[in-house]
């Protein structure tokens, strides 16, 4: 029986950052996008799930690599081999980015507590609260435990 929980302890330990990042993928514009393309196409582009689960794959491996050889982060790499210019168009598409992906989130925050009658004028701030307080006060590994939680009780 310690046998089986050390193992499984060991597997959530291993499994904890892919379902931390797995949550962080799922937003409200991608669950639009999932189920406009299956309410169209149906099953016929299942197949493309294959190929960008292998692609997002070999994408993180390729980081997860690189950042543990050079111990460096994506704009040092970007500045080190393209020069000042490049890094600076590069990390201004990523706050643009960025920023669109937040307001896509507290969009689908808004709709989905609106269909449980809460309003968005209070639901929206309290929920930006929420992710403030979890950046500034928790830590990695205890909102790793409330996800792995998560994903237990559903």
Avoid: H
Wanted: net charge positive; with cysteine; glycine share 10%.
């Amino acid at each position: 029986m310690k046998n089986m929980r050390t193992r499984l302890s060991l597997f959530f330990a291993v499994m904890g950052p892919g379902v931390v990042t797995a949550f962080a993928d799922n937003d409200a514009g991608g669950i639009a996008t999932y189920a406009a393309a299956g309410a169209t196409y149906g099953y016929d582009l299942l197949f493309t799930l294959l190929i960008s689960t292998l692609c997002l794959a070999i994408a993180q491996e390729i980081s997860a690599r690189t950042g543990a050889v050079t111990g460096r982060g994506l704009s040092d790499l970007i500045r080190e081999s393209f020069g000042v210019k490049w890094t600076f168009f590069a990390m201004i598409v990523l706050l643009i980015a960025n920023v669109g992906t937040t307001a896509s989130e507290f969009s689908g925050i808004a709709t989905s507590f609106e269909m449980f009658g809460v309003s968005k004028l209070i639901a929206v701030p309290f929920m930006a609260f929420v992710v403030w307080w979890s950046v500034l006060k928790g830590s990695y590994s205890r909102i790793e435990k409330v996800f792995l939680c998560c994903v237990r009780l559903f």
